[in-house]
């Protein structure tokens, strides 16, 4: 018996021990550390739930350890028949009415919840941002305001921001978990779900549907900002100079060829183009590819040969692979590429 | 047909025997061997998961396999061991608890495990021609519609045909059950595994139809140019979503409600106590059922159904606990009171109530739509089913394989070894998947090759991959220990357990036509009832006379392997027209072969009274 208890016990501290190792997560990723609207109301329903299964699951393990110590079969009884009950009216009833009474504690702001996450109400007076999930990248068309981006999703904190999502390919699903819970991107039919930053800060976004080999790459930023720093933003994208000479010979170069070879797929600017993901503040991006660092080595590395970043992507085979020089003068032009002054780190700088 | 055949076949003829077999009982030992199978292979899929998550960002394996491993790990373990184990119980037991000789239609049964095999292999073929399926065990259009290659090929192909095994399973045990009861065997008497049987059956009678019209859609729309779930042709990718779960959550309930059967047998012998609240148990298992039902939507919550429906099936997902927390009080009360004795059968039982009522719980978490948009496809998901799948099904399938062992094969398993299985599972298990809950919330997406280094997942995944490794060394025991006690296990009688229920009347294992006179049952757990009253067995209900058994054919094997071939002919046709032949070579082998059955006059054969007395037969 006592070898028995033993081992479940062991097990118990073991588990609790391990969550206890590893936290609560990463600040500005983990679900369980909320910094949004809807993350916040997510994880409300997640500890009342709990909460609930947790008082029902201490219930069913006080029984079950007084039934296996009390009625277990002592030695010399091996023969002893007990009673042979059929039950007990009474009790089934408890057992029924009282689980169907724990359910309506969930049920109702379930429900509650549910309605408030999908409110539309003050849509049209709100920013809307396009979001279409691509095979394996972001993009953001800020219809308003005639801005298109990538990978980085710029908001004002503290509002309401409604994205309406779509797939360009196959299903992906749009998930920040310390922002809000996720919504899928469909190829059929426009989905709108709400986001409200709390606080500012650069929130890790995932893919949650599976989408391709590339699938767990797929990552992507939302960059909370203050309003006034959204605003300055907003017009830094929206005057970008297109014609501007970069200041370097070789990043002269590389925005030659960039216009004869990628200009096709990648835009710069508020043109439509969405092949590829738009690098018109690529300079400013978090990562690169959504999760390799943006260095200029890791850039030419990606020209040169983007399948070993992210196997499956679109650009492979779709592209004339430049040489390393060019690829080297591609990387210096992209990197110079940061039209405003508000960038993920002022984001993070002002938290 | 000889009704005394040699007892010390050669290996040819026992195989033939086999291949031919409509004996219920081998027919559960081809499950048994078939699923299996399936299981470890399986399992080798779930290692090669663990081992490159065992540290961010490996590289043990590439993306594009990591997605076959995921997906074949998924399929392989419901369609192709999950299931089959599950039948291989059903087989094995179920007609011997109502008292009947067979089950109603022995050939279809037959039928449906070769096609299951058949179906599996196929599916199985596809990692030696070129890649194995890689868009999920979900297949999600419009990923698995559009994927290079014919992996997804194989998925739907091989599914379609083990399939239609598992629909023909269905119907026959419904209709095994339905008429083929023992004499006074109502259906209020019936032990709780052969309603838990009952309805099941009756599950995969109403869910396999839509999984087989969805494997249709996406059949042609992979391989004839239609566009179903094509978005650019005016189809629809949510649909097959829909199709596949309107199949796919009640396929959970397929699964659970013979393991919540066994628990039931099993509580009830070890605690030498009648079933507490029988009926509140039945009704609990048809609610079960028919709520199965209602719930698919669940599985989409984040797919944008609108709150409306998502409110209704968070709901109605939620009034499942009811009937399950039913379930769970009615065991514990079994328990309550009784004479319990803990064997390898009974520390699978005992161990399934905590782990399945973590599972339930998670699961009503999950109900919660508004909380299910941070669980939905994380880690937290893949946590709950295993909770529900491993910690029910499979904890389900070892207590019934230790229970029934003895019935099935005359030989005890080892205890000591059952009992290493099931400590190094049991703790691997819950080593595996309990941290899985947090790292789904600390945002670790399910299906995911690789997680960033700076994340906060690194200790949870090595804890994960460490506690796999123990469910190996318990799964690889638990072989041994089947190896070991066919070789030295010792012989045993019909009624090792001191059992209830009509199976343990008969002798270990039982003779070919079970009951050499079908007994007259006389309330619930019939053979307890007679030992109370003194006697030794059952009380016969009818004299001893001739049985009428069928006769072994070879045709379901035929019939499966014509198919096996079609499908083969199927993928490849989309390469070259010439494969269409063998598209109309499988298929003329198939309907030649029901040809064949449909003409030639098979009235089975008698075993005679006179050979029955001499104790022939076997």
Same mark, same amino acid.
């Given at each position: 018996?006592?070898?028995?208890?033993?081992?479940?016990?062991?097990?118990?501290?073991?588990?609790?021990?391990?969550?206890?190792?590893?936290?609560?997560?990463? !600040?500005?990723?983990?679900?369980?550390?909320?910094?949004?609207?809807?993350?916040?109301?997510?994880?409300?329903?997640?500890?009342?739930?709990?909460?609930?299964?947790?008082?029902?699951?201490?219930?069913?393990?006080?029984?079950?350890?007084?039934?296996?110590?009390?009625?277990?079969?002592?030695?010399?009884?091996?023969?002893?028949?007990?009673?042979?009950?059929?039950?007990?009216?009474?009790?089934?009833?408890?057992?029924?009415?009282?689980?169907?009474?724990?359910?309506? #504690?969930?049920?109702?702001?379930?429900?509650?919840?549910?309605?408030?996450?999908?409110?539309?109400?003050?849509?049209?007076?709100?920013?809307?941002?396009?979001?279409?999930?691509?095979?394996?990248?972001?993009?953001?068309?800020?219809?308003?305001?005639?801005?298109?981006?990538?990978?980085?999703?710029?908001?004002?904190?503290?509002?309401?921001?409604?994205?309406?999502?779509?797939?360009?390919?196959?299903?992906?699903?749009?998930?920040?978990?310390? #922002?809000?819970?996720?919504?899928?991107?469909?190829?059929?039919?426009?989905?709108?779900?709400?986001?409200?930053?709390?606080?500012?800060?650069?929130?890790?976004?995932?893919?949650?549907?599976?989408?391709?080999?590339?699938?767990?790459?797929?990552?992507?930023?939302?960059?909370?900002?203050?309003?006034?720093?959204?605003?300055?933003?907003?017009?830094?994208?929206?005057?970008?100079?297109?014609?501007?000479?970069?200041?370097?010979?070789?990043?002269?170069?590389?925005?030659?060829?960039?216009?004869?070879?990628?200009?096709?797929?990648?835009?710069?600017?508020?043109?439509?183009?969405?092949?590829?993901?738009?690098?018109?503040?690529?300079?400013?991006?978090?990562?690169?590819?959504?999760?390799?660092?943006?260095?200029? !080595?890791?850039?030419?590395?990606?020209?040169?040969?983007?399948?070993?970043?992210?196997?499956?992507?679109?650009?492979?085979?779709?592209?004339?692979?430049?040489?390393?020089?060019?690829?080297?003068?591609?990387?210096?032009?992209?990197?110079?590429?940061?039209?405003?002054?508000?960038?993920?780190?002022?984001?993070?700088?002002?938290? | 047909?000889?009704?005394?055949?040699?007892?010390?076949?050669?290996?040819?003829? /026992? &195989?033939?025997?086999?291949?031919?077999?409509?004996?219920?009982?081998?027919?559960?030992?081809?499950?048994?061997?078939?699923?299996?199978?399936?299981?470890?292979?399986?399992?080798?899929?779930?290692?090669?998961?663990?081992?490159?998550?065992?540290?961010?960002?490996?590289?043990? +394996?590439?993306?594009?396999?990591?997605?076959?491993?995921?997906?074949?790990?998924?399929?392989?373990?419901?369609?192709?061991?999950?299931?089959?184990?599950?039948?291989?119980?059903?087989?094995?037991?179920?007609?011997?608890?109502?008292?009947?000789?067979?089950?109603?239609?022995?050939?279809?049964?037959?039928?449906?495990?070769?096609?299951?095999?058949?179906?599996?292999?196929?599916?199985?073929?596809?990692?030696?021609?070129?890649?194995?399926?890689?868009?999920?065990?979900?297949?999600?259009?419009? &990923?698995?519609?559009?994927?290079?290659?014919?992996?997804?090929?194989?998925?739907?192909?091989?599914?379609?045909?083990?399939?239609?095994?598992?629909?023909?399973?269905?119907?026959?045990?419904?209709?095994?059950?339905?008429?083929?009861?023992?004499?006074?065997? /109502?259906?209020?008497?019936?032990?709780?595994?052969?309603?838990?049987?009952?309805?099941?059956?009756?599950?995969?009678?109403?869910?396999?139809?839509? &999984?087989?019209?969805?494997?249709?859609?996406?059949?042609?729309?992979?391989?004839?140019?239609?566009?179903?779930?094509?978005?650019?042709?005016?189809?629809?990718? +949510?649909?097959?979503?829909?199709?596949?779960?309107?199949?796919?959550?009640?396929?959970?309930?397929?699964?659970?409600?013979?393991?919540?059967?066994?628990?039931?047998?099993?509580?009830?012998?070890?605690?030498?106590?009648?079933?507490?609240?029988?009926?509140?148990?039945?009704?609990?298992?048809?609610?079960?059922?028919?709520?199965?039902?209602?719930?698919?939507?669940?599985?989409?919550?984040?797919?944008?159904?609108?709150?409306?429906?998502?409110?209704?099936?968070?709901?109605?997902?939620?009034?499942?606990?009811?009937?399950?927390?039913?379930?769970?009080?009615?065991?514990?009360?079994?328990?309550?009171?009784?004479?319990?004795?803990?064997?390898?059968?009974?520390?699978?039982?005992?161990?399934?109530?905590?782990?399945?009522?973590?599972?339930?719980?998670?699961?009503?978490?999950?109900?919660?739509?508004?909380?299910?948009?941070?669980?939905?496809?994380?880690?937290? +998901?893949?946590?709950?089913?295993?909770?529900?799948?491993?910690?029910?099904? +499979?904890?389900?399938?070892?207590?019934?394989?230790?229970?029934?062992?003895?019935?099935?094969?005359?030989?005890?398993?080892?205890?000591?070894?059952?009992?290493?299985?099931?400590?190094?599972?049991?703790?691997?298990?819950?080593?595996?998947?309990?941290?899985?809950?947090?790292?789904?919330?600390?945002?670790?997406?399910?299906?995911?090759?690789?997680?960033?280094?700076?994340?906060?997942?690194? /200790?949870?995944?090595?804890?994960?991959?460490?506690?796999?490794?123990?469910?190996?060394?318990?799964?690889?025991?638990?072989?041994?220990?089947?190896?070991?006690?066919?070789?030295?296990?010792?012989?045993?009688?019909?009624?090792?357990?001191?059992?209830? /229920?009509?199976?343990?009347?008969?002798?270990?294992?039982?003779?070919?036509?079970?009951?050499?006179?079908?007994?007259?049952?006389?309330?619930?757990?019939?053979?307890?009832?007679?030992?109370?009253?003194?006697?030794?067995?059952?009380?016969?209900?009818?004299?001893?006379?001739?049985?009428?058994?069928?006769?072994?054919?070879?045709?379901?094997?035929?019939?499966?392997?014509?198919?096996?071939?079609?499908?083969?002919?199927?993928?490849?046709?989309?390469?070259?027209?010439?494969?269409?032949?063998?598209?109309?070579?499988?298929?003329?082998?198939?309907?030649?072969?029901?040809?064949?059955?449909?003409?030639?006059?098979?009235?089975?054969?008698?075993?005679?009274?006179?050979?029955?007395?001499?104790?022939?037969?076997?």
């Amino acid at each position: 018996m006592k070898g028995w208890m033993g081992k479940v016990r062991a097990l118990f501290w073991l588990s609790i021990l391990s969550i206890v190792l590893s936290g609560c997560g990463k !600040e500005n990723l983990s679900a369980f550390l909320p910094k949004g609207y809807g993350a916040q109301v997510s994880l409300d329903i997640i500890f009342i739930s709990l909460a609930v299964m947790v008082f029902v699951f201490i219930v069913v393990m006080i029984i079950y350890t007084f039934v296996l110590v009390k009625f277990r079969q002592k030695k010399g009884q091996e023969d002893f028949v007990p009673k042979q009950t059929e039950g007990n009216k009474a009790l089934e009833v408890v057992w029924t009415v009282i689980p169907i009474l724990l359910l309506i #504690i969930i049920a109702v702001p379930t429900i509650a919840a549910t309605y408030d996450l999908a409110d539309e109400s003050d849509k049209a007076d709100s920013l809307n941002i396009s979001v279409t999930g691509n095979q394996y990248w972001w993009h953001f068309n800020y219809g308003e305001e005639e801005i298109q981006t990538s990978q980085d999703m710029y908001i004002p904190v503290g509002e309401k921001v409604y994205l309406n999502m779509m797939s360009s390919d196959v299903l992906h699903s749009f998930w920040v978990p310390s #922002i809000s819970g996720k919504m899928d991107t469909n190829p059929e039919n426009e989905n709108t779900m709400y986001i409200e930053a709390l606080e500012e800060g650069v929130y890790w976004g995932k893919c949650a549907e599976l989408c391709g080999p590339s699938h767990s790459l797929m990552d992507f930023k939302i960059v909370a900002v203050s309003p006034e720093e959204y605003q300055q933003w907003v017009e830094d994208m929206q005057n970008v100079d297109l014609e501007a000479t970069p200041e370097t010979a070789s990043a002269q170069e590389g925005q030659a060829i960039f216009e004869n070879s990628c200009l096709g797929c990648h835009a710069i600017g508020s043109s439509p183009t969405a092949v590829g993901p738009n690098l018109t503040n690529f300079g400013d991006r978090t990562k690169l590819a959504g999760v390799e660092d943006l260095t200029h !080595e890791n850039v030419v590395n990606w020209i040169l040969n983007p399948e070993k970043m992210k196997p499956g992507n679109k650009m492979t085979g779709n592209y004339t692979v430049p040489s390393e020089e060019e690829a080297e003068k591609i990387a210096d032009y992209l990197l110079q590429l940061k039209p405003s002054d508000v960038t993920p780190e002022t984001a993070s700088s002002n938290n | 047909m000889s009704t005394t055949i040699a007892q010390n076949k050669g290996f040819g003829a /026992t &195989l033939w025997d086999y291949l031919t077999t409509v004996d219920h009982k081998k027919i559960a030992i081809l499950y048994l061997i078939g699923g299996g199978f399936f299981f470890l292979l399986g399992g080798l899929e779930a290692m090669a998961i663990r081992i490159q998550l065992i540290k961010p960002e490996n590289d043990f +394996v590439s993306a594009g396999f990591y997605n076959e491993l995921l997906t074949m790990h998924g399929t392989t373990m419901i369609f192709l061991a999950a299931m089959p184990l599950i039948f291989a119980l059903l087989n094995a037991v179920v007609p011997l608890q109502i008292g009947a000789r067979d089950v109603a239609f022995p050939f279809l049964n037959s039928l449906g495990f070769w096609l299951f095999l058949f179906g599996g292999i196929l599916l199985n073929c596809s990692w030696f021609l070129g890649g194995a399926p890689d868009a999920g065990w979900t297949a999600y259009a419009p &990923l698995s519609t559009t994927q290079p290659g014919h992996g997804v090929d194989f998925y739907v192909l091989g599914l379609q045909i083990s399939g239609a095994g598992t629909l023909m399973g269905g119907i026959n045990f419904l209709v095994t059950i339905v008429n083929m009861r023992a004499p006074g065997m /109502t259906y209020m008497r019936m032990p709780l595994f052969t309603w838990t049987a009952f309805v099941t059956s009756a599950l995969i009678l109403f869910a396999f139809p839509a &999984l087989t019209v969805g494997l249709f859609l996406m059949m042609f729309d992979r391989l004839f140019g239609s566009g179903f779930f094509d978005a650019n042709m005016g189809g629809n990718s +949510v649909i097959w979503e829909h199709l596949f779960w309107i199949f796919g959550h009640p396929e959970v309930y397929i699964l659970i409600l013979p393991a919540f059967g066994v628990f039931s047998d099993v509580f009830s012998t070890f605690s030498k106590k009648r079933l507490f609240g029988y009926t509140a148990m039945v009704f609990a298992t048809v609610l079960i059922g028919f709520l199965g039902f209602m719930v698919w939507a669940h599985h989409m919550f984040t797919v944008g159904l609108g709150p409306a429906a998502n409110s209704i099936f968070a709901v109605a997902t939620m009034a499942i606990a009811v009937p399950t927390g039913i379930k769970i009080f009615n065991w514990l009360f079994t328990l309550w009171g009784g004479n319990i004795k803990i064997n390898s059968a009974m520390l699978w039982s005992l161990a399934f109530i905590p782990s399945f009522t973590i599972g339930g719980m998670t699961g009503v978490m999950l109900a919660a739509a508004a909380a299910d948009y941070q669980f939905h496809d994380t880690y937290f +998901v893949v946590a709950h089913f295993h909770y529900v799948i491993v910690g029910g099904v +499979v904890f389900g399938i070892f207590a019934g394989l230790h229970y029934w062992w003895p019935k099935m094969f005359g030989k005890i398993l080892d205890e000591t070894l059952g009992k290493i299985t099931f400590w190094t599972f049991f703790i691997g298990f819950h080593l595996t998947f309990f941290i899985q809950h947090f790292l789904g919330l600390m945002g670790m997406p399910r299906r995911y090759w690789v997680y960033l280094t700076d994340q906060g997942l690194n /200790t949870g995944n090595l804890i994960s991959t460490i506690g796999a490794f123990f469910m190996a060394i318990g799964a690889i025991v638990f072989l041994y220990n089947v190896i070991i006690t066919s070789i030295k296990g010792e012989k045993v009688g019909g009624d090792p357990w001191d059992g209830r /229920t009509l199976e343990w009347s008969i002798p270990s294992p039982p003779p070919h036509y079970n009951f050499k006179q079908l007994p007259l049952v006389r309330g619930l757990d019939p053979l307890w009832i007679e030992k109370t009253e003194g006697r030794k067995g059952m009380t016969p209900a009818e004299p001893v006379g001739d049985i009428h058994m069928p006769n072994p054919t070879i045709l379901p094997f035929v019939m499966s392997f014509g198919l096996f071939i079609a499908g083969f002919g199927f993928i490849y046709q989309v390469d070259d027209a010439s494969w269409l032949s063998a598209v109309f070579i499988g298929m003329g082998i198939c309907l030649g072969a029901m040809f064949v059955r449909s003409v030639k006059d098979d009235h089975g054969h008698h075993i005679h009274k006179e050979d029955l007395d001499k104790g022939d037969g076997l």
